[in-house]
Nanobody, 118 residues
Framework: QVQLVESGGGLVQPGGSLRLSCAASGSTVNILSMAWYRQAPGKQRELVASIPSGGDANYADSVKGRFTISRDNAKNTVSLQMNSLKPEDTARYYC????????????WGQGTQVTVSS
């Protein structure tokens, strides 16, 4: 089992920045990819950014050039630096990890709310 705890959400004005962090604990030996998803009210959950173990990051077109995902394999953490935030970035952001070492399994955090508003 893997437990994920997110932090760093909040209220920010348009054009502002926030940094989200997610810490994984438990059976973290075989973490393959780490990612951030978001879900706005009335919309489906969507991938924001992902970063595989030892690979290049992948971003949704809507956040390219504004968001940066990074991971610390030694600490089992993944972060999302969000700059130039827009009202349409308002959503609940979820951390996800995909575990290997057998059948692939995804784990989710509880989410952290990001609200971009003046």
């Amino acid at each position: 089992q893997v437990q994920l705890v997110e932090s760093g959400g909040g209220l920010v004005q348009p054009g502002g920045s926030l940094r989200l962090s997610c810490a994984a604990s438990g059976s973290t030996v075989n973490i393959l990819s780490m990612a951030w998803y978001r879900q706005a009210p009335g919309k489906q959950r969507e991938l924001v950014a992902s970063i595989p173990s030892g690979g290049d990051a992948n971003y949704a077109d809507s956040v390219k050039g504004r968001f940066t995902i990074s991971r610390d394999n030694a600490k089992n953490t993944v972060s999302l630096q969000m700059n130039s935030l827009k009202p349409e970035d308002t959503a609940r952001y979820y951390c996800q990890v995909v575990m290997g070492g057998g059948p692939l399994k995804a784990y989710w955090g509880q989410g952290t709310q990001v609200t971009v508003s003046s």
